[in-house]
């Protein structure tokens, strides 16, 4: 009978995804206007493991009550760090070994499940209303996309940012199916009622 984890199954859930070896992940938000999305994607990165947010321009930090109110505390599992240029944030991640990615409606961008994410990658959402920086965007070594299907052409940053994190993570662990009863207090019958 299919039912809720207990809190001790969550943990050993998490444990087991935590022991997975993955790509670095980063990210860098440029010149984010609304601290309320840099707090949903600070809670995102943390959830997502990543190695490194930047924070360009005049994105809100984490000390501002707005980031933080929407963070809930992730802030202290992520490594953050603050540029005045989000070209500079680019050139610091490339230097990592990182591709940098942006996250974009752009002439030359991809589905971001066509984008090859299985290599250390660091994302570039850009501002809410103005997007990424021209002159960023072509440094950028991808541009990906959230295809949309409704009437609504594009996502909120933060939504958008998620959904980029996720489509990496899931291609770093695209691994067979694996059954999850050894995580459960109680065993879980096979698929075939044995």
Same mark, same amino acid.
């Given at each position: 009978?299919?039912? /809720?984890?207990?809190?001790?199954?969550?943990?050993?859930?998490?444990?087991?995804? #935590?022991?997975?070896?993955?790509?670095?992940?980063?990210?860098?938000?440029?010149?984010?206007?609304? *601290?309320?999305?840099?707090?949903?994607?600070?809670?995102? $990165?943390?959830?997502?493991?990543?190695? @490194?947010?930047?924070?360009?321009?005049?994105?809100? =930090? *984490?000390?501002?009550? +707005?980031?933080?109110?929407?963070?809930?505390?992730? &802030?202290?599992?992520? +490594?953050?760090? @603050?540029?005045?240029?989000?070209?500079?944030? /680019?050139?610091?991640?490339?230097?990592?070994?990182?591709?940098?990615?942006?996250? &974009? %409606? $752009? @002439?030359?961008?991809? *589905?971001?499940? &066509?984008?090859? %994410?299985?290599?250390?990658?660091?994302?570039?959402?850009? #501002?809410?209303?103005?997007?990424? #920086? +021209?002159? /960023? %965007?072509?440094?950028?070594?991808?541009? $990906?996309?959230?295809?949309?299907?409704?009437?609504?052409?594009?996502?909120?940053?933060?939504?958008? @940012?998620?959904?980029?994190?996720?489509?990496?993570?899931?291609?770093?662990?695209?691994? =067979? =199916?694996? #059954?999850?009863?050894?995580?459960?207090?109680? =065993?879980?019958?096979? +698929?075939?009622?044995?």
């Amino acid at each position: 009978m299919r039912r /809720v984890l207990t809190s001790t199954e969550l943990k050993r859930l998490h444990r087991e995804w #935590n022991r997975r070896r993955v790509h670095r992940l980063a990210l860098i938000l440029d010149r984010l206007q609304s *601290p309320y999305n840099v707090g949903a994607i600070f809670r995102s $990165a943390a959830g997502f493991r990543v190695d @490194t947010l930047v924070l360009s321009g005049q994105t809100a =930090p *984490p000390r501002d009550p +707005k980031v933080a109110k929407l963070a809930v505390g992730a &802030e202290r599992f992520v +490594k953050w760090e @603050t540029v005045d240029r989000c070209l500079q944030a /680019v050139e610091r991640q490339r230097g990592a070994g990182f591709v940098v990615v942006g996250v &974009e %409606l $752009a @002439t030359d961008a991809q *589905p971001v499940w &066509e984008v090859d %994410l299985r290599r250390d990658v660091c994302f570039v959402v850009g #501002n809410e209303v103005h997007g990424i #920086n +021209k002159e /960023v %965007l072509q440094t950028l070594d991808e541009v $990906a996309f959230i295809p949309m299907f409704g009437r609504i052409g594009s996502l909120n940053v933060a939504s958008a @940012t998620a959904i980029a994190m996720y489509e990496a993570r899931r291609q770093h662990t695209a691994l =067979p =199916p694996v #059954n999850y009863g050894h995580l459960l207090d109680e =065993p879980v019958p096979a +698929k075939d009622g044995s």
